[in-house]
């Protein structure tokens, strides 16, 4: 099992940037890709990013440019970067895992609890 915590989330005013960490513990050598969801309230979870080990990254078209995620191998940590927040990217914010990219970007095997972002207008 793989246990995933975020944290990061928070009060943000439009334009405004914020940091999302994501830590892994337990089977972590079982997971290659990490990534990062986000469900508004009344809406279906979308992807937004994903990085692997190696360091090869996937966008969502709709944060291409606003949000930068990486990775720390050394603390199993991934992070989200995100810049230029909208009203729009107000939601819970979801850390995912899976063995492979593509798992990570369709039907992840992990997730964590969420965190809440919240961008004021």
């Known amino acids: 099992q793989v246990q995933l915590v975020e944290s990061g989330g928070g009060l943000v005013q439009a334009g405004g940037s914020l940091r999302l960490s994501c830590a892994a513990s337990?089977?972590?050598?079982?997971?290659?890709?990490m990534g990062w969801y986000r469900q508004a309230q009344g809406k279906q979870r979308i992807f937004l990013a994903c990085?692997?080990?190696?360091?090869?990254?996937k966008y969502a078209d709709s944060v291409k440019g606003r949000f930068t995620i990486s990775r720390d191998n050394v603390k199993n940590t991934v992070y989200l970067q995100m810049n230029s927040l909208k009203p729009e990217d107000t939601a819970v914010y979801f850390c995912?895992?899976?063995?492979?990219?593509?798992?990570?970007?369709?039907?992840?095997?992990?997730w964590g609890q969420g965190t809440q972002v919240t961008v004021s207008s």
């Open positions: 990085i692997t080990s190696s360091g090869t990254t």
């Open positions: 337990g089977s972590i050598f079982s997971i290659n890709a």
């Open positions: 995912a895992a899976a063995p492979t990219i593509s798992r990570v970007v369709t039907t992840p095997n992990y």
